[in-house]
């Protein structure tokens, strides 16, 4: 069974896990550069939980997605940077749909006006992602910079799991 639900410092090894399994290409697009065990590690030690969200896909007892909302800019604090990851063999069947949701209604009921992402411009996936939840794409090239407004978004354009009753509760 499916469940999202918000991460807490007690599950850093889950989230290690998950980070540690996705392989270099996948990394690479996670961090926008070639991550290494050590950096990963890092990352993954280091959150700093009073100003993250992570919320994680798992099914069973699996972490098998994790979507991370950072408040970055302190002089905006309307806005929260964005990153999700799925593992490789349970991409395309709509966790990274579902997570992107729970992290909107999470962002809309905090007072949040848009979520911002990096992403590299050969990174399809999250493009057509950000795009499906109405989302402005701009690039240079090489990246691409994903502004997704949060007040006028609407549940159904991500799909049947973003209008569940109660996600609200559950993603906060
Ligand atoms: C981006 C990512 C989270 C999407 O996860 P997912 O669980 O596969 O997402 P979904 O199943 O909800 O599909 C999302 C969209 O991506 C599309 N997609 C999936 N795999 C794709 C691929 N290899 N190439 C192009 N599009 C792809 C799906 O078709 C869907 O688009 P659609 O609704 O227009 O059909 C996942 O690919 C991932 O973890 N990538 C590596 C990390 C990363 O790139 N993170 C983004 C930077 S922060």
């Not at 009073?50 to 806005?79: A, I, K, M, N, T």
């Not at 063999?89 to 997570?99: H, N, T, V």
């Given at each position: ?7 807490v410092p ?19 697009l ?54 999700i990851?799925?593992?490789r ?11 992107l ?17 990096v992403?590299l ?20 090239g ?31």
């Open positions: 069974m499916r469940v999202i639900r918000r991460l007690g599950d850093v090894p889950l989230l290690l896990e998950h980070m540690l399994g996705l392989g270099q290409s996948d990394r690479r996670r961090f926008c550069a070639a991550a290494s065990d050590s950096v990963i590690r890092r990352y993954c030690t280091s959150i700093d939980w009073g100003r993250s969200l992570l919320l994680g896909c798992f099914e069973g007892r699996w972490l098998v997605g994790v979507v991370h909302l950072l408040s970055g800019d302190l002089g905006r604090p309307e806005l929260l940077e964005l990153a990851s799925v593992e063999a349970q991409r395309g069947r709509g966790i990274g749909a579902a997570l949701a729970r992290a909107m209604v999470a962002a809309r009921s905090r007072g949040v006006a848009a979520l911002r992402f992403c411009a050969e990174d399809e996936a999250m493009q057509r992602l950000a795009l499906r939840a109405g989302g402005r794409l701009v690039t240079d090489e990246h691409v910079d994903g502004t997704i407004a949060v007040w006028d978004w609407e549940a159904s354009r991500l799909g049947p799991e973003s209008l569940s009753p109660g996600a609200e509760r559950r993603a906060g």
